[in-house]
């Protein structure tokens, strides 16, 4: 599950439990972000090009995918803070 087959996404998707991604059948380019379990920011990855396969990163537990054309600075990564509901 995940951003496959559009060419434009104007959401932000989380991907529970999981701490790697593939990009194979998407047809734009994704900004990924990397969660630790309390959903604070360990790391981020931009401009991830279709037909890729992204590693685990240590101690991410979730990852929230991005069109990359959404989020507008490196500030909106760093300063991120995700919110449970």
């Known amino acids: ?17 999981t701490n790697a991604i593939h990009t194979f059948g998407m047809k734009m380019d994704i900004d990924v972000l990397y969660l630790d379990k309390c959903y604070g920011l360990i790391d981020h990855i931009v401009n991830i090009k279709p037909n890729k396969i992204l590693m685990p990163i240590k101690g991410a537990k979730h990852v929230i ?5 959404i989020l507008i600075t490196k500030s909106d990564y760093i300063n991120a803070r995700i919110v449970k509901k």
Request: hydrophobic residues 30%; aromatic residues 10%.
């Open 1 to 17: 599950m995940g951003f496959n087959k559009k060419k434009s996404y104007n959401k932000a998707l989380l991907l529970k439990n």
């Open 65 to 69: 995918e991005i069109d990359s054309k």
